[in-house]
């Protein structure tokens, strides 16, 4: 409901905002860049939605993903943790995970969590002991990847959305362009070539949202793979020190 609420608010926003900026093209000099776009018909309006959508949603996940990546070099909390699990202290290791806040500290603070109930219930069968942590980490990156691939989807929706909104308007204009080669008598000359302007700006307006959501899209699929690789090696490397590490 939470995500739902943020789109539906989204849409409203970017259209309100793209609307707003083609009516003011509609005012500039004829002649001018923004008047020929505007000349590309109504359909410009959503495509630059579109593309106010894919910059906001590019700003979140920026956002998003340095947050996910927690505070301080990810190599050096990982080696810390190993060294406060050697020295046999799974509280600082814990105290450390809180204080990183990334989502690779959220799944090892999760195994830490697992290893020290396990260990106040007296358990010491270390296959069971590792077992237990296994689930701890694919219970906690189940709750994790959701935050990391949040709006990919929607990204992906919008590249294919404007590729075919633009089409749509390089169809609407080819439909004034030929009526106006229709008439009886010589072609309108002047609706020929807004058909034609209206059809190309519209092409290349639906292309800039395409080429926008897919970049988008495979370089925070990149990042958010990066994040899973990560998670699991770091995951498996605390598993194995804490089997068979001092830690109490």
Request: hydrophobic fraction near 50%; charge should be negative; aromatic fraction near 8%.
């Amino acid at each position: 409901m939470k995500q739902g609420f943020f789109t539906g608010i989204l849409i409203v926003v970017t259209y309100a905002v793209s609307l707003a900026f083609y009516v003011w093209m509609g005012t500039t000099p004829p002649g001018s860049m923004f008047h020929a776009i505007w000349q590309g018909g109504p359909v410009v309006s959503v495509l630059m939605a579109l593309i106010l959508m894919v910059i906001a949603y590019i700003v979140e996940r920026v956002i998003a993903l340095n947050k996910a990546a927690g505070k301080g070099n990810i190599p050096e909390f990982v080696q810390s943790l190993k060294q406060d699990i050697d020295a046999g202290s799974i509280e600082d290791a814990i105290a450390k995970c809180d204080e990183h806040q990334s989502s690779l500290s959220a799944v090892l603070r999760a195994v830490l969590d697992r290893y020290r109930n396990m260990q106040s219930l007296n358990i010491t069968d270390r296959e069971k002991k590792i077992s237990e942590m296994e689930k701890a980490v694919e219970e906690a990156t189940v709750m994790e990847m959701p935050l990391l691939e949040k709006n990919l989807v929607a990204i992906s929706t919008i590249a294919s959305i404007s590729t075919m909104v633009g089409l749509l308007g390089t169809t609407l204009g080819m439909i004034r362009a030929f009526a106006a080669m229709a008439t009886s008598g010589a072609p309108d000359a002047v609706q020929l070539s807004l058909g034609i302007s209206e059809a190309l700006f519209n092409t290349a307006l639906g292309i800039v949202g395409g080429i926008m959501g897919i970049v988008t899209y495979n370089v925070f699929t990149s990042r958010v793979d990066r994040f899973s690789y990560m998670i699991d090696e770091a995951a498996f490397y605390i598993i194995q020190t804490l089997g068979t590490g001092k830690a109490r």
